[in-house]
C-alpha cells in the first residue's frame, strides 16, 4: 500500500494559536510554535467513517478526534485539574480487549476522544 500512516490533521480554529498552545499544554499534541511537525509514537490508527446518523458522537459535528493514550487516568486528573470537563462511561470501557476511553471538548468546542488501547495492543 502507499499510504503508510496520517501525515496530518488540518481544522479551522477561531483562534489557532491559543487553540494549538491548549493542546500542547493540555495533551502533549502538535509542536511548539514556529514548528510545523509533532513526532508521535507508533500504534494502532483507527480509520472509520460513522454513518449520518450515528450517535457515537455529536449530531452537530462532523468529525471527532480520537487520540490514543498512555496513563489516561493520570491525564483526566490533570484534565479536571485545569477545569475541563471530561466525560467517562462504564459502557465505553466494557471491553476490555479494546480498551478505555474518555472525551473530552478543546476551548472551541471540538469533540476529543481518549483512548487507552489495552496493554500490548
Do not use: C
Request: charged residues 25%; negative net charge; proline residues 8%.
Amino acid at each position: 500500500m502507499p499510504v503508510t500512516g496520517i501525515g496530518g490533521f488540518f481544522f479551522r480554529a477561531q483562534d489557532p494559536q491559543a487553540l494549538s498552545a491548549w493542546y500542547l499544554k493540555h495533551l502533549g499534541v502538535g509542536a511548539p510554535e514556529g514548528q510545523f511537525l509533532w513526532d508521535q509514537q507508533a500504534g494502532p490508527t483507527v480509520f472509520s467513517p460513522f454513518k449520518e446518523t450515528t450517535d457515537y458522537f455529536a449530531e452537530d459535528k462532523r468529525w471527532m478526534l480520537n487520540l490514543r493514550v498512555e496513563g489516561l487516568d493520570a491525564l483526566l486528573t490533570s484534565l479536571k485539574a485545569a477545569g475541563v470537563e471530561v466525560v467517562t462511561k462504564d459502557d465505553w470501557d466494557a471491553s476490555p480487549e479494546v480498551g478505555r476511553f474518555a472525551r473530552i471538548h478543546d476551548p472551541e468546542g471540538n469533540p476529543i476522544e481518549l483512548w487507552e488501547p489495552p496493554a500490548g495492543g
